[in-house]
């Protein structure tokens, strides 16, 4: 095959070598103005090579199948140029089985896929005429191939299948965006808790009301978690961070500086979610293991490269692109959730600011934790109870000192995307600005 003519060209001219390679296919299927816009069929397919030799890196990569001298050429004039190596390609090892792959999902048509987005669009259009609706609904099938001149061979098969959606409403002056997605392995698309969760943020955003100005509770939404709150949290332990000694959390492991009640899970295994796998992309195994552990800081995120520089274990969280050398990153990240509901959240306070989604992904020290973004949707609550959509309003924060200073956690944890799990919290120490 390819891949190991590759690894054998490569063998003979450096110390050791790997040879990754990704193929995927895809049906995109896309509306715009509340119609079926197009439906696409893709395919790609590419293959990188790392190799160490003289203790540097080289590396290249390629879309070209035929091109095999070519790329192991291209990698050794690299060498040169290459980061020194402060690690070892592994050994091979043994796999425990993470189904990410569905028949009936990789069976899936354009014409059924077609179906689901028409009867989404059509629902909400009917509910809401005077909201423009867009979305997509997508389907693919990747194989990752993964070997190495240390006898590691590793391939996996994974299928997904997405769903996001968009409504826009234009009045005056007045634009509102609401957002929607649900993604799985399996072609088991949560349609209904995407169209209930899009009519009640409509309408929850029927009235606007003045915004609640000052330090006041803010509870964000799992989709407000992920737009604002992961970034800023997951660059403090990442790996490469640490090593840069650019992270706040350097030396702070095994100290608590978040609440209590939080903990944190980076779980690759979990079974058909999209950002699961069997094997991180240097074919180390995927494990489960906790980033914070009741408010402690408990790992962090490594590549073989960054533990080799830290001196640490690699965590089996090495993530890559073909044009790219790995990097440490997050897999799936499961927040435990609390005790209280978020119907709770909201009737527990006098004056609070429940937020959905930013503009843009903000800004401020995001490797020191802080945040500063626009509120795209927003509801102010008054007296337990939410008044309205707020406007030209702005957050601004420290992601560990609200985390550490945190109201309440929420007991219904909901998926965003296929990389996290998390509940809704509600959190103190938030600075809220508005122009109204």
């Given at each position: 095959?390819?891949?190991?003519?590759?690894?054998?060209?490569?063998?003979?001219?450096?110390?050791?070598?790997?040879?990754?390679?990704?193929?995927?296919?895809?049906?995109?299927?896309?509306?715009?103005?509340?119609?079926?816009?197009?439906?696409?069929?893709?395919?790609?397919?590419?293959?990188?090579?790392?190799?160490?030799?003289?203790?540097?890196?080289?590396?290249?990569?390629?879309?070209?199948?035929?091109?095999?001298?070519?790329?192991?050429?291209?990698?050794?004039?690299?060498?040169?140029?290459?980061?020194?190596?402060?690690?070892?390609?592994?050994?091979?090892?043994?796999?425990?089985?993470?189904?990410?792959?569905?028949?009936?999902?990789?069976?899936?048509?354009?014409?059924?896929?077609?179906?689901?987005?028409?009867?989404?669009?059509?629902?909400?259009?009917?509910?809401?005429?005077?909201?423009?609706?867009?979305?997509?609904?997508?389907?693919?099938?990747?194989?990752?191939?993964?070997?190495?001149?240390?006898?590691?061979?590793?391939?996996?098969?994974?299928?997904?299948?997405?769903?996001?959606?968009?409504g826009?409403?234009?009045?005056?002056t007045?634009?509102?965006f609401?957002?929607?997605?649900?993604?799985?392995?399996?072609?088991?698309?949560?349609?209904?808790?995407?169209?209930?969760a899009?009519t009640?943020?409509?309408?929850?955003?029927?009235?606007?009301?003045?915004?609640?100005?000052?330090?006041?509770?803010?509870?964000?939404?799992?989709?407000?978690?992920?737009?604002?709150?992961?970034?800023?949290?997951?660059?403090?332990?990442?790996?490469?961070?640490?090593?840069?000694?650019?992270?706040?959390?350097?030396?702070?492991?095994?100290?608590?500086?978040?609440?209590?009640?939080?903990?944190?899970?980076?779980?690759?295994?979990?079974?058909?979610?999209?950002?699961?796998?069997?094997?991180?992309?240097?074919?180390?195994?995927?494990?489960?293991?906790?980033?914070?552990?009741?408010?402690?800081?408990?790992?962090?995120?490594?590549?073989?490269?960054?533990?080799?520089?830290?001196?640490?274990?690699?965590?089996?969280?090495?993530?890559?692109?073909l044009?790219?050398l790995?990097?440490?990153?997050?897999?799936?990240?499961?927040?435990?959730?609390?005790?209280?509901?978020?119907?709770?959240?909201?009737?527990?306070?006098?004056?609070a600011?429940?937020?959905?989604?930013?503009?843009?992904?903000?800004?401020?020290?995001?490797?020191?934790?802080?945040?500063?973004?626009?509120?795209?949707?927003?509801?102010?609550?008054?007296?337990?109870?939410?008044?309205?959509?707020?406007?030209?309003?702005?957050?601004?924060?420290?992601?560990?000192?609200?985390?550490?200073?945190?109201?309440?956690?929420?007991?219904?944890?909901?998926?965003?995307?296929?990389?996290?799990?998390?509940?809704?919290?509600?959190?103190?120490?938030?600075s809220?600005?508005?122009?109204?």
């Amino acid at each position: 095959m390819l891949e190991e003519e590759v690894l054998a060209l490569a063998s003979q001219q450096a110390d050791q070598a790997e040879v990754f390679s990704v193929s995927s296919t895809s049906i995109p299927v896309s509306y715009e103005g509340n119609r079926l816009k197009s439906v696409d069929t893709r395919e790609s397919s590419g293959i990188a090579l790392r190799i160490i030799k003289d203790g540097r890196i080289g590396f290249s990569s390629t879309t070209n199948t035929d091109d095999k001298e070519g790329l192991v050429a291209r990698a050794v004039e690299m060498l040169p140029f290459g980061a020194k190596a402060h690690m070892e390609f592994p050994d091979a090892a043994e796999y425990t089985h993470v189904p990410t792959y569905d028949e009936g999902a990789a069976a899936l048509q354009s014409a059924s896929l077609v179906d689901i987005g028409g009867a989404l669009i059509d629902k909400m259009h009917g509910d809401f005429p005077d909201v423009v609706w867009e979305g997509r609904v997508s389907q693919s099938v990747s194989t990752t191939r993964l070997l190495n001149s240390n006898g590691l061979v590793a391939e996996e098969t994974s299928s997904s299948v997405g769903l996001g959606v968009e409504g826009t409403l234009v009045r005056d002056t007045y634009m509102l965006f609401v957002f929607g997605r649900s993604s799985s392995c399996k072609p088991d698309l949560d349609v209904d808790g995407v169209i209930e969760a899009l009519t009640r943020k409509l309408r929850w955003a029927e009235r606007v009301a003045a915004a609640p100005t000052g330090q006041v509770p803010v509870i964000f939404t799992p989709q407000a978690v992920a737009g604002l709150l992961l970034g800023p949290l997951m660059a403090g332990f990442n790996g490469r961070n640490i090593v840069q000694q650019s992270s706040p959390l350097i030396e702070k492991l095994g100290t608590r500086m978040l609440d209590p009640r939080i903990t944190v899970w980076d779980d690759p295994t979990n079974p058909y979610v999209p950002g699961s796998r069997s094997f991180d992309d240097e074919g180390v195994p995927a494990t489960r293991f906790p980033v914070v552990q009741e408010g402690v800081i408990a790992n962090f995120f490594y590549d073989l490269q960054t533990a080799g520089q830290a001196g640490a274990t690699t965590t089996g969280s090495a993530h890559r692109g073909l044009a790219s050398l790995p990097g440490p990153g997050a897999s799936v990240i499961i927040i435990e959730p609390g005790d209280t509901t978020f119907a709770d959240m909201i009737a527990g306070h006098k004056n609070a600011l429940v937020v959905e989604s930013f503009l843009g992904a903000g800004q401020g020290n995001i490797l020191g934790g802080d945040f500063s973004a626009n509120v795209l949707l927003g509801y102010a609550v008054e007296n337990g109870e939410v008044t309205g959509r707020v406007k030209d309003t702005m957050v601004a924060g420290n992601v560990y000192a609200i985390l550490e200073a945190l109201g309440a956690l929420g007991s219904e944890p909901e998926w965003v995307g296929g990389s996290l799990q998390t509940p809704a919290l509600c959190c103190n120490g938030v600075s809220v600005s508005s122009k109204g």
